[in-house]
Nanobody
Framework: QVQLVESGGGLVQAGDSLRLSCAAS????????MGWFRQAPGKEREFVAA????????YYRDSVKGRFTISRDNAKKTVYLEMNSLKPEDTAVYYC????????????????WGQGTQVTVSS
């Protein structure tokens, strides 16, 4: 069992920054790739970023490249998503997820999911 709890969401203005955190418990955190997904109202869940189990590789969807940074601290069993230059289109519920693979962007390959944290960006 792996439990994931996201935090750090909020309501900000366009151009502001937020740092999301995802705290893990249960199985060995370092053995999982970690990903962030988001779902806007009325839209399908989409991949945002992923980081390999070692933290050596990170992957982002094109729309957030250069603005978002994913990182992890295996000692703290925590993964982060630093979001800069936020845009209204970034508004969504952000979910943290864990996969037993080295890395993947496919949602169905993530076995564990957090409850989500709301990010709202006003124009």
């Amino acid at each position: 069992q792996v439990q994931l709890v996201e935090s750090g969401g909020g309501l900000v203005q366009a151009g502001d920054s937020l740092r999301l955190s995802c705290a893990a418990s249960g199985r060995t955190f370092s053995g999982y790739a970690m990903g962030w997904f988001r779902q806007a109202p009325g839209k399908e869940r989409e991949f945002v970023a992923a980081i390999s189990w070692s933290g050596g590789s990170a992957y982002y969807r094109d729309s957030v490249k250069g603005r978002f940074t994913i990182s992890r601290d295996n000692a703290k069993k925590t993964v982060y998503l630093e979001m800069n230059s936020l845009k209204p289109e970034d508004t969504a519920v952000y979910y943290c997820a864990a996969s037993p693979l080295q890395w993947t962007i496919l949602g169905y390959q993530y076995e564990y999911w957090g409850q989500g944290t709301q990010v709202t960006v006003s124009s």
